[in-house]
């Protein structure tokens, strides 16, 4: 059974740094695209962060992000842990919101919900001001 089980979310101060975790089972890790997602109340999901299957690039893995994160926001992966991560800083309030990884067949990377075929349960962050 495929499961991913996000952990990492709290209540930080603006200015503040978090790092989520997601960690995979049940799946051959290394071969799946990865993704971080997050949903506001009353919002739709929003992308935030992907990262492709290792091997697709001879170089480092394909990673793509969200204007709105990219200078604050840092995804990464650890085959051997079967875990992706997503490193924060920088948070602000509107950073609030549950934030869900989800894991692709495919190698990827992929911005849009609809290419995932698993989805964690969420942790939820929440920033003060």
């Known amino acids: 059974q495929v499961q991913l089980v996000e952990s990492g979310g709290g209540l930080v101060q603006a200015g503040g740094s978090l790092r989520l975790s997601c960690a995979a089972s049940g799946l051959t890790f290394s071969s799946y695209s990865m993704g971080w997602f997050r949903q506001a109340p009353g919002k739709e999901r929003e992308f935030l962060a992907t990262i492709s299957a290792t091997g697709l690039s001879v170089d480092a893995d394909i990673t793509k992000y969200a204007d709105s994160v990219e200078d604050r926001f840092t995804i990464s992966r650890d085959n051997a842990r079967t875990t992706v991560y997503l490193q924060m800083i920088s948070l602000k309030p509107e950073d609030t919101a549950i934030y869900y990884c989800?894991?692709?067949?495919?190698?990827?990377?992929?911005?849009?919900?609809?290419?995932?075929?698993?989805w964690g349960q969420g942790t939820q962050v929440t920033i003060s001001s």
């Open positions: 989800a894991a692709s067949r495919r190698g990827g990377p992929y911005t849009w919900p609809s290419r995932y075929d698993v």
